[in-house]
C-alpha cells in the first residue's frame, strides 16, 4: 500500500462521514453471516471492522495507517477487535480464516496486488473467501477528479473547509492524485493518492495463480452484471 496519506488527526476524524456504512458494508455483513474468524484488510477507521466482531466470532483488522488505526481503536467496540498495524506481509498464514473482506476500494491502493492476494490466500481455510470491489476502469473515473469539478465547500467540526481533487499522473492504470484540504487556519493539507484500476481479468489472473478456484465479479452489490457501465467490479474469490 502506499505510504500512509491519512498523516492528520483531523482529515481522519472526517473519514467516516465522508464514508458513511452503506451498501458495501450490508454486502460484506452478509458474507460474513455463519463464519466464525474474519480479517478486514485494510480496515482504515475500523466503522466496518466493529459492525462484524459480533459475540463467537474472532474480528482481525489490519492496516498501514498508524494514524487511522489510532482513531479505530478509540472507538466504541474497539476492545472486540484485533488490530494490526501493517499491510498483506503482517497477515499470518494461518489457514483457518473464513473469510478476508477488503472494504472502499482497498485493493487499489495496493501495489502488489499479486503478493496481497497471495499471502491473503495463506491465511484463508479450504473453502474460505476473499471478497472486494475496485472501480471498474472502463468507467474511466479519473477524468473527472478535476479542481473545476471536484470543489467544494462545507462546516465541519474543525472549522469551515475548502476541498477539490488534482489529478497528477494518469498511465498503464495507475492514477496519482491530490486531494487538497483548506481549514480555517488557511493550511493547505494535501494527501497524495495512488491509484491501480485493474481490469476484471486482470484481478483474476492473479486470484487464480494464489489459489483461487471460484472466481465471481459482478458488476455491483445486488449481483448486477458487469459491463462498462458498471461503477465497480465487486469481487468473491473461494480458495
Given at each position: 500500500?502506499?505510504?500512509?496519506?491519512?498523516?492528520?488527526?483531523?482529515?481522519?476524524?472526517?473519514?467516516?462521514?465522508?464514508?458513511?456504512?452503506?451498501?458495501?458494508?450490508?454486502?460484506?455483513?452478509?458474507?460474513?453471516?455463519?463464519?466464525?474468524?474474519?480479517?478486514?484488510?485494510?480496515?482504515?477507521?475500523?466503522?466496518?471492522?466493529?459492525?462484524?466482531?459480533?459475540?463467537?466470532?474472532?474480528?482481525?483488522?489490519?492496516?498501514?495507517?498508524?494514524?487511522?488505526?489510532?482513531?479505530?481503536?478509540?472507538?466504541?467496540?474497539?476492545?472486540?477487535?484485533?488490530?494490526?498495524?501493517?499491510?498483506?506481509?503482517?497477515v499470518e498464514p494461518t489457514g483457518d480464516l473464513d473469510l478476508v473482506v477488503s472494504?472502499?476500494?482497498?485493493?487499489?491502493?495496493?501495489?502488489?496486488?499479486?503478493?496481497?492476494?497471495?499471502?491473503?490466500?495463506?491465511?484463508?481455510?479450504?473453502?474460505?473467501?476473499?471478497?472486494?470491489?475496485?472501480?471498474?476502469?472502463?468507467?474511466?473515473?479519473?477524468?473527472?477528479?478535476?479542481?473545476?469539478?471536484?470543489?467544494?465547500?462545507?462546516?465541519?467540526?474543525?472549522?469551515?473547509?475548502?476541498?477539490?481533487?488534482?489529478?497528477?499522473?494518469?498511465?498503464?492504470?495507475?492514477?496519482?492524485?491530490?486531494?487538497?484540504?483548506?481549514?480555517?487556519?488557511?493550511?493547505?493539507?494535501?494527501?497524495?493518492?495512488?491509484?491501480?484500476?485493474?481490469?476484471?481479468?486482470?484481478?483474476?489472473?492473479?486470484?487464480?495463480?494464489?489459489?483461487?478456484?471460484?472466481?465471481?465479479?459482478?458488476?455491483?452489490?445486488?449481483?448486477?452484471?458487469?459491463?462498462?457501465?458498471?461503477?465497480?467490479?465487486?469481487?468473491?474469490?473461494?480458495?
Open positions: 500500500m502506499t505510504e500512509d496519506p491519512y498523516g492528520d488527526e483531523q482529515l481522519v476524524e472526517l473519514y467516516d462521514l465522508d464514508n458513511p456504512a452503506g451498501e458495501d458494508h450490508k454486502y460484506y455483513l452478509g458474507l460474513a453471516e455463519g463464519t466464525h474468524k474474519v480479517v478486514d484488510f485494510g480496515c482504515g477507521t475500523g466503522l466496518l471492522t466493529r459492525s462484524l466482531a459480533v459475540p463467537g466470532r474472532v474480528v482481525i483488522g489490519v492496516d498501514p495507517s498508524t494514524t487511522m488505526l489510532g482513531y479505530a481503536r478509540r472507538q466504541p467496540g474497539a476492545d472486540a477487535v484485533t488490530w494490526i498495524d501493517g499491510d498483506h506481509r503482517a472494504s472502499g476500494n482497498t485493493m487499489m491502493h495496493v501495489a502488489e496486488q499479486a503478493a496481497a492476494v497471495t499471502a491473503l490466500a495463506a491465511a484463508l481455510r479450504p473453502g474460505g473467501m476473499l471478497a472486494f470491489e475496485s472501480r471498474n476502469p472502463a468507467g474511466r473515473a479519473w477524468l473527472q477528479w478535476t479542481s473545476e469539478a471536484t470543489y467544494g465547500e462545507r462546516d465541519t467540526a474543525a472549522g469551515h473547509l475548502k476541498e477539490w481533487l488534482e489529478l497528477t499522473e494518469v498511465g498503464d492504470g495507475r492514477v496519482v492524485f491530490d486531494a487538497h484540504n483548506v481549514f480555517p487556519d488557511g493550511h493547505d493539507r494535501i494527501y497524495r493518492n495512488v491509484l491501480y484500476f485493474r481490469s476484471a481479468e486482470e484481478i483474476t489472473a492473479d486470484l487464480r495463480a494464489a489459489g483461487f478456484t471460484d472466481v465471481v465479479i459482478d458488476g455491483g452489490w445486488h449481483g448486477e452484471p458487469l459491463t462498462d457501465k458498471a461503477p465497480l467490479l465487486v469481487v468473491r474469490a473461494t480458495k
